[in-house]
T-cell receptor, first 112, second 111 residues
Framework: NAGVTQTPKFQVLKTGQSMTLQCAQD?????MYWYRQDPGMGLRLIYY???????DKGEVPNGYNVSRLNKREFSLRLESAAPSQTSVYFC???????????FGSGTRLTVV | QKEVEQNSGPLSVPEGAIASLNCTYS??????FFWYRQYSGKSPELIMS????GDKEDGRFTAQLNKASQYVSLLIRDSQPSDSATYLC???????????FGTGTQLKVEL
């Protein structure tokens, strides 16, 4: 019963480097989400996928791209990392938002 | 105005006391309301959900919802040191297909 698995758990990037954060869920959930969490700012939605084959922008999409690879997997890509993208990134999934989300354990990203 | 507002705290209560956490929201169309608990360095964990006006109790936790006042609260009875965490209020928005979170209230339960 893994739930939502995120990789990597920690990453340090240099400004301008690219990377992809991976997220997979084994609960057969339809919807998946990427949030970032910064001190004093709370959880802010970057992108979400309400169902396989669809993606939508959230509150803070600039600098990010996403891919809903299949029903299980939803990846977040930083094409050219900037120090402002230093944050903790959480992936979440839900069957119906009505029931709330299940979160992954997070990725702590530092861009230097 | 933020969509979901919480007092950041810290809220300090003695062990055994009742902790009261509050949240207001701006989207009158919101239908689902949640409280998440987040320990330092960990991911948020769902502890309560509420959908209709009134109270909902689960063990030591009671969630209260007043849609007319756009207000959600969480009461924690017999507070324990293990309850020390940040509590996030979340509200369904955007037609109900995503959650918007408050910035969280830090609770400290003191011995």
């Amino acid at each position: 019963n893994a739930g939502v698995t995120q990789t990597p758990k920690f990453q340090v990037l240099k400004t301008g480097q690219s990377m992809t954060l991976q997220c997979a869920q084994d609960m057969n959930h339809n919807s998946m989400y990427w949030y970032r969490q910064d001190p004093g700012m709370g959880l802010r939605l970057i992108y979400y996928s309400a169902s396989e084959g669809t993606t939508d922008k959230g509150e803070v999409p600039n600098g990010y791209n996403v891919s809903r690879l299949n029903k299980r997997e939803f990846s977040l890509r930083l094409e050219s990392a900037a120090p402002s993208q230093t944050s903790v990134y959480f992936c979440a999934s839900s069957d119906l938002v009505f029931y709330g989300y299940t979160f992954g354990s997070g990725t702590r990203l530092t861009v230097v | 105005q933020k969509e979901v507002e919480q007092n950041s705290g810290p809220l300090s209560v003695p062990e055994g006391a009742i902790a009261s956490l509050n949240c207001t929201y701006s989207d009158r169309g919101s239908q689902s309301f949640f409280w998440y608990r987040q320990y330092s360095g960990k991911s948020p964990e769902l502890i309560m959900s509420i959908y209709s006006n009134g109270d909902k109790e689960d063990g030591r936790f009671t969630a209260q919802l007043n849609k007319a006042s756009q207000y959600v609260s969480l009461l924690i009875r017999d507070s324990q040191p293990s309850d020390s965490a940040t509590y996030l209020c979340a509200v369904s928005t955007g037609g109900g297909n995503k959650l918007t979170f408050g910035t969280g209230t830090q609770l400290k339960v003191e011995l």
